[in-house]
């Protein structure tokens, strides 16, 4: 399904600034797959991420999407297999175009672009719908412009907006990192449904280890650039957090380190 | 009263300009100098072709067409040669003057008594300054009828979300390349427009006349937002143009107290410099130019 062959990626090389954040990761991602990614301070992992949705050319290696290699493809094209949700909720959507509008942009995607109208009365009604499922009420607020939503709101409605068609991959960097617990909650529950209903292929890289290992089928840790541990859906059932931090320290040769980390 | 006329004129004429100048740098959210040499390329290409005998008619669109391949060529400069948006405009500003000289063949072609948009106005009984304001007003409904249009299809959508967020509608597959080179060709087509109009107006193309075009523009697109609000597309589209007008409007009751002519791009620069000291206003536009000088590209780290 997706697979990354020793990904090197080193940013401003040959410069004093030269910084070799990917250090050959390899991952082979199955059909279905819910992977959790947890790690250190700039381990790599948003790196990762932005490596497989073609923010930028990796330095060496090889992405394959459904045994086409995608290595070289612009962020536009792989978009079409990919959806995301971003850490900072700004990021998702248009801030001063209408939640609609939004709505109907990412209905539209991998179509071409032509000049008919942008939005339908029939896609009206089905984001209603869609958005009435949210439990946000934001199904009244079509014509809000996305800048008035909270973060939370914001959130789901990038979460909806990167499933529609189902995408190959879905990947979440930390996307309810920005919320309170409460909102966060939720958020991270919708993630759940909509993955499960979809049977989505999801990547989501979390601070949050309980969350780590209560969703999804496997985790990858990451420390300086690697992948140090790869955990299976049977060897992952039975892990508590102090589990996994042993797992850590003892792949790695040192504690856990993330600011953010939560550990509870 | 003819004071006002007079101004209602002119701002309705340059309307069309400011409109331009809003899609490149509020839609698209970058700062574009083209504006300064493809404004004089709108009159200097109609002004051309009306001396050579072609149709009014007719040379007015050929502006259109001259301005949108200027916007082609800084958009392409942006887009594929990665030149910041600010640095590719002045390129092609600059450029644009020798081809501005080279399509005038001097530095100023007077209309004398050839016909124009105008005096086909005029001749139906007209007066000079009401011609004008019927021809700005048809113009300027218009461009801003054709723009909600377009900015209510699938393609305007992802236009304005390229100036909103290149991250997410990179994210939602569309290249932003392509959609940048798109908004700035319309940008100046509309501003070449203008100035066809405008040269039709004053009867005459000059070199210079497109100096302080970028001016004139922010600080119509900046009065008329904070006067006239910016709900949605038409709204903001229609605050423009009255922006222009309100503009013009200053500047007479300026030159009426006093200071002359010439002092017209001094008195330009001065009231964008107020407006600019009121700090929500500051923000908006100072945000803009960071935008413009950082490349185009999107991470996330
Ligand atoms: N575009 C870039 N240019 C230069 N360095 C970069 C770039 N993007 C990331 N880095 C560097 O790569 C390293 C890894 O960053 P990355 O964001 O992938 O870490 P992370 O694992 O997501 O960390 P965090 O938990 O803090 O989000 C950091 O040292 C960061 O400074
Ligand atoms: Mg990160």
Known sequence: MLKLSEVHQIFEQGTINEKHVLKGIDLDVEQGDFITIIGGNGAGKSTMLNAIAGNFVITSGKIEIDNTDVTRMPVYKRAKHIGRVFQDPRMGTATDMTIEENLAIAYRRGKPRTLKWGI???????????????????????????RFLSGGQRQALTLLMASFHHPKILLLDEHTAALDPKTAAKVLELTVKIVGENKLTA??????????????NRLIMMNKGNCILNINAEEKKGLDVPDLLNMFEKASGEKMENDRMLLD | ???????????????????????????????????????TLGAAVTCRLITGGVSPLVSTVAALGAGLVAGLVTGVLHTKFKIPALLAGILT??????????????????LLKKGTLLTMLSDMGLEKDVAAIVAGLILTVLVIAFLWWFFNTE??????????????????????????IIGVMLGNGLIALSASLVAQYNSFADISMGIGTIVIGLASVIIGEVVFGKRNILHSLIAVALGSVLYRIIIAIVLKLGLRADDMKLISAVMLVIALCFPGVRDMVTKNLKNSVKRGGSQNA
Not at chain 1, 203 to 216: E, K, Q, Y
Not at chain 2, 19 to 37: H, K, M, N, P, S
Not at chain 2, 155 to 177: C, E, F, H, L, P
């Open chain 1, 120 to 146: 339908t009365n029939k896609e009206r009604d089905y984001f209603r719908e869609v958005l009435s499922q949210l439990d946000l009420g934001l199904e009244n607020r079509l014509k809000d412009k996305t």
């Open chain 1, 203 to 216: 990547m989501m890289v979390t601070h949050n280890m309980r969350d780590a290992l209560r969703v999804g």
């Open chain 2, 1 to 39: 009263m003819s004071l006002f006329i007079n101004a209602g004129a002119q701002g309705l004429l340059w309307a069309v300009m400011a409109i331009g100048v809003y899609i490149t740098y509020r839609i698209l959210d970058i700062a574009d100098l083209t504006a300064e040499g493809c404004f």
């Open chain 2, 93 to 110: 500003m600059t450029a644009l003057w020798s081809v501005n000289l080279r399509v005038m063949g001097k530095s100023n072609i007077p």
């Open chain 2, 155 to 180: 393609t305007g959508y992802v236009i304005r979300a390229t100036g909103d967020n290149k991250n997410m509608i990179s994210a939602q597959g569309v290249d932003t390349n392509k959609t940048i």
